[in-house]
């Protein structure tokens, strides 16, 4: 049975329709990706996945549980976390700080008043071992906001993953990065989810990402899959060139 699977999901904004009838899913411990060009819908589906919004149709179901609809912090957790866009990061506070209170997030006793100390001893063992995944650990005192922006995109991923989840959902995770800060990004990725059984659901728009990390690639124009396959395959669709790659070869 896969960890989640998407059933024919419809998403109307007016007239527009942002996601067509949309099958998909992501087994355990794969790491797939959803590539498309700008209006493809790929933010959408992340954001009904995640329950920012509501699907018109179609179902969402995670470890054989129907979780349409359900409030984003009860879906946050069944166990699934993500990334975005753009940053959300407290600056204001230690590299720590911010994964910490991210592992507090999916802690049972978080609103307990009693035994508060072993829950912040555990939620600091776990930021630890997030950001010793993230290669972040020389930076952990420092404030969020001194960080270079390739580093806080980590601090991002760090900050999901400490809320050990069964899904990481990483939207455009190399955004704004350099050549430099990509290759690093990448590979930190990539050592981080072979150390584990994690599944990923990956949005990027860099292809030469998408191919290092990817096992399997759903490709989305105008709401619709149009690919869905190994990356091998998915490179060489004549459609996918089309709508996505610009004919390249």
């Not at 007016?14 to 996601?19: E, F, S």
């Not at 455009?172 to 290759?183: A, F, K, N, R, V």
């Not at 150390?195 to 690639?217: P, R, Y």
Request: with cysteine; glycine share 8%.
């Amino acid at each position: 049975m896969p960890l989640l699977e998407c059933k024919g999901l419809v998403r109307h904004f007016g007239a527009l329709v942002a996601v067509d009838n949309v099958d998909m899913s992501v087994k355990q411990g794969e790491i797939r990706a959803v590539i498309g060009p700008n209006g493809a819908g790929k933010s959408t589906l992340f954001n009904l996945i995640t329950s920012v919004h509501k699907p018109t149709a179609g179902q969402i179901i995670f470890a054989g549980e129907n979780i349409t609809g359900l409030p984003v912090y009860e879906v946050a957790q069944k166990g699934i976390a993500r990334t975005f866009q753009l940053c959300h990061i407290f600056p204001a506070l230690t590299v720590r700080e911010n994964v910490r209170i991210a592992a507090q997030a999916r802690d049972e006793r978080r609103w307990h008043f009693i035994g508060g100390g072993r829950m912040l001893n555990k939620s600091a063992a776990v930021a630890d071992e997030a950001l010793e995944h993230m290669r972040l650990t020389r930076f952990i005192d420092m404030r969020a906001s001194m960080l270079s922006h390739g580093d806080q995109r980590l601090l991002e991923v760090a900050m999901a993953i400490a809320q050990q989840p069964r899904l990481l959902m990483l939207d455009e995770p190399t955004q704004g990065l350099s050549l430099e800060e990509t290759d690093r990004a990448v590979q930190i990725l990539k050592d981080m989810l072979k150390a584990g059984n994690l599944s990923v659901l990956l949005v990027e728009h860099d292809m030469e990402v998408v191919f290092k990390l990817a096992d399997n690639i759903t490709v989305l124009h105008r709401g619709r899959v149009i690919a869905d396959g190994l990356p091998a395959a998915v490179r060489a669709n004549a459609e996918v060139r089309s709508a996505y790659l610009g004919g390249a070869e």
